[in-house]
Every structure is written in C-alpha cells, then in structure tokens.
Nanobody, 116 residues
C-alpha cells in the first residue's frame, strides 16, 4: 500500500519561507507524477505544483515565481520550497502522487499558517 508522508508545515510570518517534504513508500511502480495541492477553509482544493519524473513542472498561477517544486527520484521524495509567503497561502497542503498523473494517492496533509 502506497503511503505519502508530509512534513515541514508550520507557522511563519508573511514574507517568510517554509519547505515541505513528502516521502512516498510502498509503491511497486515508479510514481512518475508527484505534487502538491492545497485547501483553505471554505475553498476548493487547488493545484500548487506538480513535477513529473523527467523534471517537467506545472505551477498554480498564484504561486508562480514564489514556490519551487523538486524531487529526488531515488528517495521517492518531493519537496516544495515556499518563499515570500502571503496570508492567502495559509491552507492544508496535501501531497499527491500517481503513476502517470497525480491523484492516485494522497497524503494526510500538513498545515501551513501565515501570520500577517
């Protein structure tokens, strides 16, 4: 059974930085697509960033230029470096992974709180 374990969330002041990590285990197959979505209270879950095993990335419009996604294929781990955080970035951040597209598997989420 595939497990995704997130870490790195917490409280940060506006303008600060956080780095999220997500380690995948238990997969018999390469998880080619890994990424992050987020959901704030009362809002729909939205794309933050996705990375494919070859390195191609896709970012949500609201985080472009501030967040960077990367992965370590050997460790089945994906990272999200978040810089210049804004109060509107506060949300539960969910790691996701899949063999072709993200969404086959989901983590439990890690909370990011940004104080103004």
């Amino acid at each position: 059974q595939v497990q995704l374990v997130e870490s790195g969330g917490g409280l940060v002041q506006a303008g600060g930085s956080l780095r999220l990590s997500c380690a995948a285990s238990g997969s018999r197959f390469m998880l080619n697509a890994m990424g992050w979505y987020r959901q704030a209270p009362g809002k729909q879950r939205e794309l933050v960033a996705v990375i494919i095993s070859g390195g191609k990335t896709n970012y949500g419009d609201s985080v472009k230029g501030r967040f960077t996604i990367s992965r370590d294929n050997a460790e089945n781990t994906v990272y999200l470096q978040m810089n210049s955080l804004k109060p509107e970035d506060a949300a539960a951040y969910y790691c996701t992974a899949g063999r072709v597209l993200p969404g086959d598997y989901w983590g439990q989420g890690t909370q990011v709180t940004v104080s103004s």
